[in-house]
């Protein structure tokens, strides 16, 4: 969640050019969050983004209307939120009403269909990130990966989660292939460093190294769109280093 929240902060740069936005980063009260909040606002400092704000509320006291009103007094131009769907969907609603709407990035798997719904003034506003796109899924793999869940009768539920496992199955077997029949815990994390652009099929490239621990660094970003009511590609990958 950290990476996908991350990229969206990297495309926002892009986005924003030399402008200075003024920057909220909304975000549910937690540990994890709390941890995404802090990443999110040093990349704004980074950036050179001086004017921003860290908004966090209470679960399951989730008061839209004042923190619209809020924001809205501040001039926020842009909104990093990490929400649930419901909550998205109060704010947005709550927005609109006002005649307000601020860019809005969220990353992808705190989503839900519920963010289709927004009203068509949000056209280009709201971007979403996620760790894979179309143009990763190679069709013999997608096909392989129905024929091994069909064979074991894995649920359809959560597929992103599913595919997620299946492509962490596949590295490890790989990594175990090259490490040999002597294998040991130090042979395998040696032969998983040297891992470079491996192809999982529904996955970006995976490359590892010492300092390197996740295989896809960046996102995909896409864009909602409330006319259609779909989603749209917004972004080739966005690396983040």
């Known amino acids: 969640m950290k990476e996908l929240s991350l990229a969206l902060v990297e495309f926002a740069s892009e986005k924003f050019g030399a402008e200075d936005p003024h920057i ?27 004017s921003r704000i860290i908004l ?24 990093f939120f990490l929400g649930s769907g419901d ?38 506003k709201i971007f979403l990130s996620f760790p894979r796109g179309p143009s990763d899924m190679i069709r013999a ?20 989660v599913q595919i997620e496992a299946y492509c962490s199955a596949k590295i490890l077997a790989e990594g175990l292939k090259r ?31 010492p300092n390197r621990r996740i295989g896809a660094l960046g996102a995909y970003i896409a864009l909602v769109d409330p006319e259609e009511k779909k989603v749209i590609s917004a972004s080739d990958w966005v690396k983040l280093q």
């Open 24 to 50: 909220a980063i909304l975000s549910a009260g937690g540990e994890v969050f709390s941890e995404i909040t802090h990443a999110i606002d040093e990349q704004c400092k980074k950036n050179g983004w001086d």
């Open 56 to 79: 966090t509320y209470p679960h399951d006291q989730f008061e839209a209307e004042r923190l619209v009103r809020e924001m809205n007094e501040k001039e926020i131009d842009a909104i």
């Open 87 to 124: 909550e998205q969907k109060a704010l947005l609603s709550k927005a609109g009403r006002l005649q307000w709407r601020p860019f809005v990035f969220i990353p992808g798997p705190l989503i839900d269909k519920e963010i289709l719904t927004v009203s068509a003034g949000f056209r280009d």
């Open 141 to 160: 793999s997608v096909k392989e990966y129905h024929s091994f869940a069909e064979k074991h009768k894995i649920p359809a539920q959560h597929l992103p």
């Open 179 to 209: 490490a040999g029949k002597d294998v040991s815990r130090e042979r395998l994390v040696a032969v998983l460093e040297g891992l470079y652009e491996f192809e999982t099929g529904l996955t970006p490239q995976i490359t590892f190294g």
